[in-house]
């Protein structure tokens, strides 16, 4: 039961850091006109 509370807690945590990294829009005046620009097939 324990390992089952760590593993939740854990994941939890990771959950929380990558959505506050990653998935939050940028702290921009206008971040809805930012554009990446590249070739196709790179990503």
């Known amino acids: 039961m ?3 509370a ?3 807690g854990v ?4 959950f929380s ?3 506050e990294l990653f998935w939050q829009t940028l702290p ?3 971040a809805n006109r930012v554009v ?3 070739r196709p097939g790179q990503g």
């Open 6 to 8: 760590l593993g939740i």
């Open 36 to 38: 990446v620009i590249g």
């Open 28 to 30: 921009l005046p206008q």
């Open 17 to 19: 850091m990558v959505d």
């Open 2 to 4: 324990t390992c089952l």
């Open 11 to 14: 994941n939890a945590t990771v």
